[in-house]
C-alpha cells in the first residue's frame, strides 16, 4: 500500500483563490520533503525542499510567495499555491525519503485554475 | 550541475519483445541511479535504484539496469514486455549523500502493440 498520501488527487479552483496541498508519510517520519512540479509530457522539476521545523529551501526560479511551503510535523508538508492563476495549473508530487531505502512519491495532485 | 538525458521521447514495442531504455547522466561523481515508472495521472514507482556494488541491478516487474561508469549510462531493460508495462519511464540521479533529491530525465513513453 502507499506509504506516501497527498490530497487531494485533483482539485479545480478560480484565479486568485489559494490550494492547499498535503504529504503524508504514512509509517515513518520525514524530515524531509520534497515538492516537484510536472507539465504535461515532460519531467518532474524540483521546486523545494520542506525541511521540519525549519524554513523550505527553493530552487532558483520558484517563487517563495506563491508556493507557501510548511512542514508542521515529522508526518506532514503541506504546499499551498496562493493567489492561482492558470500558469500555476500544473501536476504536483510530493515525495518523502525514508532512511536507506527509498524516497517515496505521493500520488500526485492535479491542480487546474479556471 | 547534474543532468540526465533520456535521447528517445516514444518507444513502441510489441508484446512479448526485449526492451531496452536508455539514460546518460552527467554528475561529478558516482551518484545514486533510479528508474521510476509513472502511469497516466500517477505518483512514481521506484522500478530499481543503484548505489554501489554489482552494475547489473534487478529490480521489480522483471526489469534490470545496468550501471556503466564508462559510459556514464544506467540503461533500463527487460527480456519481454508485457502489456501492463506501457508507461512513462524516469531516470534519475541523487546525490551519494542519500538526501533523495533526485534529478529527472524528460522521460521516456513505452507503448506497448498487442
Known amino acids: 500500500g502507499a506509504v506516501v498520501s497527498q490530497h487531494p488527487s485533483w482539485v479545480i479552483c478560480k484565479s486568485g483563490t489559494s490550494v492547499k496541498i498535503e504529504c503524508r508519510s504514512l509509517?515513518?517520519?520525514?524530515?524531509?520533503m520534497f515538492w516537484y512540479r510536472q507539465f504535461p509530457k515532460q519531467s518532474l522539476m524540483l521546486m523545494a525542499t520542506?525541511?521540519?521545523?525549519?524554513?523550505?529551501?527553493?530552487e532558483q526560479g520558484v517563487e517563495k510567495d506563491k508556493f507557501l511551503i510548511n512542514h508542521a510535523s515529522l508526518t506532514l508538508s503541506t504546499l499551498t499555491v496562493t493567489s492561482a492563476h492558470p500558469e500555476d495549473s500544473s501536476f504536483y508530487i510530493c515525495?518523502?525519503?525514508?532512511?536507506?531505502?527509498?524516497?517515496?512519491f505521493g500520488q500526485g495532485t492535479r491542480l487546474t485554475v479556471v | 550541475a547534474q543532468s540526465v538525458t533520456q535521447p528517445d521521447i516514444h518507444i513502441t514495442v510489441s508484446e512479448g519483445a526485449s526492451l531496452e531504455l536508455r539514460c546518460n547522466y552527467s554528475?561529478?561523481?558516482?551518484?545514486?541511479l533510479f528508474w521510476y515508472v509513472q502511469s497516466p495521472g500517477q505518483g512514481l514507482q521506484l522500478l530499481l535504484k543503484?548505489?554501489?556494488?554489482?552494475?547489473l541491478v534487478q529490480g521489480i516487474k522483471g526489469f534490470e539496469a545496468e550501471f556503466k561508469r564508462s559510459q556514464s549510462s544506467f540503461n533500463l531493460r527487460k527480456p519481454s514486455v508485457h502489456w501492463s508495462d506501457a508507461a512513462e519511464y524516469f531516470c534519475?540521479?541523487?546525490?551519494?549523500?542519500?538526501?533523495?533529491?533526485?534529478?529527472f530525465g524528460k522521460g521516456t513513453k513505452l507503448s506497448v502493440i498487442p
Open positions: 534519475a540521479v541523487g546525490a551519494p549523500s542519500g538526501s533523495y533529491q533526485l534529478t
Open positions: 520542506s525541511n521540519e521545523g525549519s524554513k523550505a529551501t527553493y
Open positions: 509509517d515513518f517520519q520525514a524530515t524531509t
Open positions: 554528475y561529478g561523481a558516482t551518484p545514486y
Open positions: 515525495s518523502a525519503p525514508r532512511r536507506n531505502t527509498e524516497a517515496f
Open positions: 543503484y548505489f554501489s556494488g554489482d552494475t
